[in-house]
């Protein structure tokens, strides 16, 4: 008998016709099947697949992924079971609006039972099946009968194999009117879950289970897998026969399209791929993550021959354009909810890095690696700038660390711990916060320590004084306190004050409530960085340049680039770092910086100005710390300038892409004083869109600890790995801890090609040729790795401030020679590597003469999110800019 005759005409018709039904991300249009399909011909036993079928049908959802327990269990007759009390519902956590969890009730005797997974909050799988699903309308009594009627059906008791499947017969039922579905748990002991990692969404269960999204062509066989698949990475929609369109050569490709959790693959039979698309391999330029997509689209078409030809367009974040041709609508279909459930599900606990996580733990359990999350200590970091901390007093510092921010409650975009003026008192700071736009006061960034009179870096965001000239008398204190410094009333200079906007949209803003200093013994100066959005106008101008070109014709290459203002907005960047610089250095005097929010041009001035300065920020460990204390903990907004998660919206910009550039720019400058190579900008570049790690999940420090930090890997815990540091450290690295001052014309800038050309046959020549040219070149001593044991994050590893850095023009070639020790030289850059590793335990061999400059590639050619002024390839003059 079919249970699901059991329900009243009225109630079926209801559910038929239910519209609140929140559908699963992977969720169908509903079909016309009957349901008197779910019995088939044994003897009147319920039919598992044919009962996942039919609830599919007539519910709209995808077919139920129906798991059978290992022993048979009793009817119970509470509808609703839950963990602990048969009958009673299992609440739903606020974070997670998409999953319901049953656990189907025993009788204790039986030995099966069904045990709910992790809702997010820590809970672990314990074993057996669970139920996921959406929640809908559908009342409890309708569920109650169900269940009874299911149960009823298979005669109540255990008995055996059709036990078991009535059992199935009452999760598909139970599953189907909660509009989701039934999986396996995975079995485990003791593991912590992410919020939302534990949870097993459609999708998951697809793969738990064997199961796919609806259509025969997409579905997923048992244990799908391929080569370079990574942990936690499953494949859960299959497109078995499609077709992908290569411009140049105009050709169509022949393969399959895998779509996983974490991205789509595109691959072709062995030996199919035509020779001169092989570079597409070897750049991966088939492998699309989830994070990389900025728009997916389906398009459909009529043939000359009046054929119906569907498309699948697929944007990405790299310039890259993928022009699927799949056979059914239904492999579209399954592909773009593929997509939105893993690409972009509004929940950054959603996303694939915790998945990732979890799987990585487990293969790598007793395996100690660096913590990450851990790197940038902020009393350590303090301490080695000769700043009072609690680990180490300094009577002369004018400036002093604060946990005034602790709770979050100062700024909630800031660190924890801040650094201010000693003279400033915590109710004065707490007035300045109130003025400056969004809390975000004037906080210290980097101070040089005694040896350069304790001369600071500062940032901050605008003051909110607006055309009326409101005045706060504590921001003035606090400026007057940076402009003093040590010298305490001794002070004759001005302060530089940068404000990086361009001049007129400074007076804009000012306009609309915003404002900047105007303030006695302050020197103003407009930077002239254009804001987020020419940043993000000018980058996919650049995209379109690279596309634009094609080898063998003569093209409007330099052309393009000079009109897409990319090198233009560098030169500005780089202009208002070689002034911060400059003034520290020269004049013994601190640099306040800010733009109208703080979070984007502010933090490329500083970490750039402090790359500059400070020789520790040029090792591997030290550059990595830089990025998570200047750009994660003070609050670049990576989730929503990078759309993490969600889809690229109005504040969509690649400014951290900008910055990386910038670096780029400098290391061709002087690249023997960088332990770090630039490969590892490349991986920066990549990982930041792909959703693999949580270091750029977040917008701000207070999330990423609340929400991902201990749910998920930290990128700089791989990259500081033994077997990893090795592929992107310098060969030949001379540490060094003189100062970089930037040379910021423009006819020294090179293009950036491992970034803009790594997906086109070009990029690839040009990194086969460096490879090749390394493997030639005879190994320095410079290029042994350091030993593991040498790394350390303790406090004593950090000296209490740092020597004065050394000038030297980074024009090309013309270093200062090396004439300070060994160990005065680890003192100063506050190397995580001692002396030995250093120099290989042999003596520091003197500097060597300059060698001529190859000539570089020339290149032709203006963070408020409300400039009005700042218009794409519209650039100042000097003059505007006084």
């Excluded at 350590?380 to 700043?387: D, F, P």
Aim: overall charge negative.
């Amino acid at each position: 008998m079919d249970p699901l005759s059991l329900l009243s005409a009225k109630k079926k018709e209801e559910l038929a016709s239910t519209k609140k039904v929140v559908a699963s991300p992977l969720s169908s249009p509903p079909s016309a099947t009957d349901p008197a399909d779910v019995f088939g011909a044994l003897g009147g036993r319920p039919n598992p697949g044919a009962a996942a079928a039919a609830t599919s049908s007539l519910f709209g959802g995808p077919p139920l992924l129906v798991s059978t327990p290992a022993a048979p269990v009793q009817a119970s007759s509470g509808g609703y079971p839950s963990r602990s009390t048969p009958g009673a519902a299992v609440s739903t956590p606020d974070e997670d609006p998409f999953r319901v969890t049953f656990a189907s009730p025993t009788n204790g005797s039986s030995g099966g039972s069904y045990s709910s997974g992790s809702y997010g909050g820590g809970t672990s799988f314990s074993g057996g099946s669970s139920f996921h699903g959406s929640h809908s309308d559908v009342r409890r009594d309708e569920v109650k009968d169900a269940a009874k009627a299911a149960w009823g059906a298979a005669g109540g008791s255990a008995w055996g194999a059709a036990g078991g499947a009535a059992s199935s017969a009452f999760s598909a039922v139970g599953g189907l009117l909660r509009g989701g579905s039934t999986t396996a748990a995975t079995p485990s002991s003791g593991s912590n879950g992410a919020p939302g990692a534990g949870l097993a969404s459609l999708a998951s269960s697809a793969a738990a289970s064997g199961g796919g999204p609806p259509g025969g062509n997409s579905s997923v066989p048992v244990g799908t897998t391929f080569e370079d698949i990574l942990p936690g990475e499953k494949v859960h929609v299959i497109v078995k026969s499609c077709y992908l369109v290569v411009a140049n050569p105009l050709c169509e490709l022949h393969g399959r399209l895998l779509v996983t959790n974490y991205r789509l693959k595109f691959q072709t039979p062995k030996g199919t791929l035509r020779e001169e698309l092989q570079w597409m391999r070897e750049v991966s330029y088939f492998d699309v993550p989830m994070g990389t997509i900025e728009d997916i689209k389906d398009e459909k078409s009529v043939t000359a021959a009046g054929a119906i030809e569907l498309k699948l367009k697929v944007s990405t974040k790299d310039f890259r354009t993928l022009v699927l041709l799949p056979k059914t609508e239904e492999d579209i279909r399954s592909t773009l909810q593929a997509v939105a459930a893993f690409g972009v599900p509004g929940n950054p606990t959603l996303l694939f890095a915790f998945k990732h996580a979890e799987a990585a733990w487990e293969s790598r359990s007793g395996i100690q690696d660096i913590d990450g999350w851990t790197l940038y200590n902020p009393v350590q970091e303090y301490t080695r700038m000769g700043i009072e901390t609690d680990l180490m007093p300094s009577p002369s510092s004018p400036w002093r660390m604060s946990k005034l921010n602790s709770d979050y409650g100062l700024c909630t975009t800031y660190p924890a711990v801040l650094a201010f003026p000693r003279n400033m008192s915590d109710q004065e700071l707490r007035a300045v916060a109130r003025f400056r736009k969004r809390g975000r006061l004037p906080s210290m960034s980097w101070c040089g320590g005694p040896e350069l009179e304790y001369a600071s870096l500062w940032r901050c965001s605008q003051t909110t004084e607006g055309l009326m000239g409101q005045k706060c008398n504590e921001d003035a204190a606090l400026v007057e306190c940076i402009r003093q410094g040590w010298k305490r009333g001794e002070a004759d200079r001005d302060l530089l004050v940068i404000d990086l906007r361009p001049w007129k949209s400074a007076w804009a803003n000012k306009a609309g409530g915003g404002g900047f200093e105007g303030y006695a013994k302050c020197r103003l100066v407009f930077g002239g960085i254009d804001n987020i959005h020419c940043v993000r106008d000018a980058w996919r101008a650049m995209g379109a340049a690279v596309a634009n070109v094609t080898e063998g014709e003569s093209g409007t290459w330099f052309k393009d680039v000079a009109n897409s203002s990319w090198y233009d907005y560098l030169g500005a960047i780089l202009g208002s770092c070689l002034k911060v610089v400059k003034e520290i250095l020269e004049h013994r005097s601190s640099v306040m910086v800010h733009c109208s929010d703080g979070w984007d041009r502010t933090a490329e001035a500083t970490s750039l100005s402090m790359l500059c300065l400070d020789p520790y920020y040029r090792t591997q460990a030290g550059f990595l710390l830089l990025i998570q204390k200047e750009w994660c903990s003070f609050g670049h907004r990576f989730r929503t300038r990078l759309a993490l998660g969600e889809p690229p919206s109005g504040e969509f910009s690649p400014v951290f892409i900008q910055w990386l550039e910038c670096v780029y720019q400098i290391v061709q400058y002087t690249p023997n004083a960088f332990e770090f190579s630039t490969s590892v900008l490349i991986r920066l570049a990549h990982e930041a869109f792909t959703n693999r790690y949580g270091t750029f999940l977040c917008d701000n420090e207070r999330e990423r600890s609340e929400k991902v930090s201990t749910f998920a890997l930290s990128f700089w815990s791989i990259l500081l790995r033994p077997e990893e540091s090795i592929t992107w450290r310098n060969p030949d690295y001379k540490p060094d801890r003189a100062a970089i001052v930037p040379n910021i014309c423009q006819a020294n800038y090179v293009i950036w090609e491992d970034y803009w050309w790594r997906h086109s046959p070009r990029g690839l020549k040009a990194q086969l040729a460096r490879t090749s040219t390394a493997a030639a070149a005879p190994p320095s001593a410079a290029s042994t790795p350091p030993p593991a044991a040498s790394v350390s994050f303790d406090a004593e590893a950090a000296p209490a401030s740092a020597a004065p850095p050394l000038v030297t023009e980074a024009a090309g070639g013309g270093d200062v020679a090396r004439e300070q020790s060994v160990e005065a030289l680890q003192a100063a850059s506050g190397s995580l590597f001692s002396s030995e590793v250093l120099t290989n335990g042999a003596a520091l061999p003197p500097a060597a003469p300059p060698q001529p400059r190859a000539p570089a590639k020339q290149v032709f050619a203006d963070d408020d999110d409300e400039d009005p002024f700042a218009l794409p390839g519209k650039r100042l003059t000097e003059k505007d800019k006084d």
